[in-house]
């Protein structure tokens, strides 16, 4: 029996960068020492980055792939609209958690590094609920409402307002935690599309967060002619 292809999945590859970014945040906190300067300075650079690339995810969400669900489904962007406010006011208790730990010196300084730890758990854990609803119920709008090539489009259009700088950073930490197919394919595309130099920096970015076979699999992908990297 022929089993249907899976569909273009607008969220899969960049849901699993915020997964294992977020992961990586959460145990740099658990980890860090408060009283060292250096040790929660890098902790706390993390969390703030971490949550800069949480408020612009949102942003473009917000700008894009919504108002696509409205135009064909109205209505269907509800829920995660509203998660999506509750998430920018977490974002913003964050940070001012990282503040006022930043200005505070003393004993202190331990219960304040817990507290902000526990409360990126929780951030942690309603964003992992709230992906899953975004790869099931809004997938399922966006295919029913939408073919590849046209979700495919919007997802270029919001790739195109992204910022270099956000999108190596992004880049850095979705092609090592994307499968070797979505990686192959997001470089193929980025190999096609974008300047050699651009190109030969997200590769040069890339080489040393991948295993050596992994590296091995992906050089030998790009090697082979245009659609057969997948199968590398």
Known sequence: ??????????????????RAWMAHTLQALGRADWFDTEDSSAALGELRALLAVCRTHLAHENDFIHPAMEARRPGSSGQTSADHGEHLHAIDTLLARVDTLESTRGPRRLELG????????????????????????????????????EIHAIEQALVAT????EMMLTLR????????????????????????????GVLG???????????????DALAQPVGMAEAA
Request: contains cysteine; glycine residues 4%.
């Open 1 to 18: 029996m022929d089993t249907l292809a899976p569909r273009y999945n607008i969220y899969s590859v960049i849901h699993k960068g915020l």
């Open 114 to 149: 817990h507290a902000l730890y526990l409360a990126l758990a929780m951030f942690t854990a309603e964003n992992h609920e709230h992906m899953d609803i975004e790869e099931v119920r809004n997938n399922a709008t966006l295919w029913s409402a939408y073919s590849d090539a």
């Open 162 to 165: 992204i910022p270099p700088p």
């Open 173 to 200: 930490w979705m092609l090592p935690n994307a499968s070797h197919g979505e990686r192959c394919g997001m470089l193929m595309g980025m190999r096609a599309g974008a300047p050699a130099e651009v190109f030969a």
């Open 205 to 219: 970015m890339l080489q040393p967060l991948l295993s050596a076979r992994d590296l091995a699999r992906l050089q």
